[in-house]
């Protein structure tokens, strides 16, 4: 390699960090560093939506797959964090001076395990704190989305908004046929019969997938049974309703899913006029900022807020084994 391209070489290396350098000293300068080593009484900062002085209402937001995959802050401060939310769920229930809370639900669903805990969470905080909780739906509320809306005092949903998907959906792939195809042998030992039940290299037997469409109608009893208790219909109504097909808002209202129709800031103005809670001081939660968060944001700003690398990553982050689910997928 010639001088003049050790010297392009040697040029780019110095531009690159001397560009990381400028962005990392960037971040901290806008770092607020009183708060970043201040440890408040509050597991979570408040942001302020309206300011009042008559009560206090708690929205909390809920966005993304519901599931507890334990995303990596160093990389991804904004997707869903299932142990974040419930602990956020469970402070705003616990502080007395919480009078109400409106979770704005915008998701396709996810796991059994995780939608049965923001469930029984929020019966929870309706039970032991006695407090409302009302359900405001996004863009999509559906399957998980409406499972952990049903026990809720209210659900407001948009006209347009996608909700129902009642159901539990478990998928896999057969890639026996591709695998002898290409010459790939697979070579399994195991200790039952069932062991390697759902295979991605060999057919699903008949006895198969009876074991499992039974365990996928025990769980859908379960979502159904949860609509039957929170929304007081009888049981065929809710299995009539419940075949998976999503409904619009409009058509989620006609068919008793949701009780109004309208924006997360409506849904607000409706706790504060049905809970005395007028000119009540209305706030979110935020996670408090410390050093993890800070060194977070600082790399999202070196490698860029790309969406589908942060996706990318979570993936290869999750196992493949196929799972039980209550998911609204397009």
Known sequence: MNKKRWFALLTAAVLFVVSIGFQLVTSIATTNFDQL?????????EEVVEDGSNGKIVVLHLDGVIQDTAPSTLINTTSYNHRQFLEMLEEAGKDPNVDGIVLRVNTPGGGVVESAEIHDMIL???????KPVYVSMGN????????????????VAHPATLTGSIGVIMEGYNLA???EKIGVEVNTIKSGEHKDIMSTFREMTDEERALLQEMIDDMYGDFVQV???????SEQTVRELGDG????????KENGLVDELGSLDDTIEMMKQEHNLENALVVKYNKSTGFEQFLGMSVQNLIGKDEELVNVLEIINEANTPRAMYLYSN
């Open 37 to 45: 080593f201040t440890f408040p009484e509050s597991k979570f900062q």
């Open 124 to 130: 929870e905080v309706k039970e032991e704190y006695e």
């Open 140 to 155: 999509t509320a559906a399957s998980g989305g409406y499972y952990i809306s049903a026990p809720a005092d209210k659900i």
């Open 177 to 179: 046929g591709l695998a």
């Open 227 to 233: 609509i039957v208790e929170g929304r007081g219909m």
């Open 245 to 252: 097909r999503v409904y619009t808002g409009n058509q989620a």
